[in-house]
Nanobody, 118 residues
Framework: QVQLVESGGGLVQPGGSLRLTCATS????????LGWYRQAPGKEREFVAE???????TYADSVKGRFTLSRTSAKNIGYLQMNNVKPEDTAVYYC????????????WGQGTQVTVSS
């Protein structure tokens, strides 16, 4: 079955940390570009970060220096480490994948809620 399953969301205090996990199945993980998008209430979905098969990462300016993407081919899993989180990071976070020749995600996860609040 081709799917992406996110986990690790929850409630975290400002300045805290959280790690999101994206478990993949049925995709060609060795060439897939994994990404994360988020959507806050009342706002459009926005790009957060992505990582290619060589480990090269791209981040939105809003998360640069605070979030870190990684991936492990041994488990076909991607991770989003979120440090020094802010209330404006509150959103539903979606894992995505796309082939190296595609410029948009062709597979989305169901999303996981991240709430940053004291």
């Amino acid at each position: 079955q081709v799917q992406l399953v996110e986990s690790g969301g929850g409630l975290v205090q400002p300045g805290g940390s959280l790690r999101l996990t994206c478990a993949t199945s049925g995709i060609n993980f060795s060439v897939a570009i994994l990404g994360w998008y988020r959507q806050a209430p009342g706002k459009e979905r926005e790009f957060v970060a992505e990582i290619n098969s060589s480990g090269v990462t791209t981040y939105a300016d809003s998360v640069k220096g605070r979030f870190t993407l990684s991936r492990t081919s041994a488990k076909n899993i991607g991770y989003l480490q979120m440090n020094n989180v802010k209330p404006e990071d509150t959103a539903v976070y979606y894992c995505t994948s796309r082939g190296p020749l595609n410029d948009r995600p062709d597979l989305w996860g169901q999303g996981t809620q991240v709430t940053v609040s004291s």
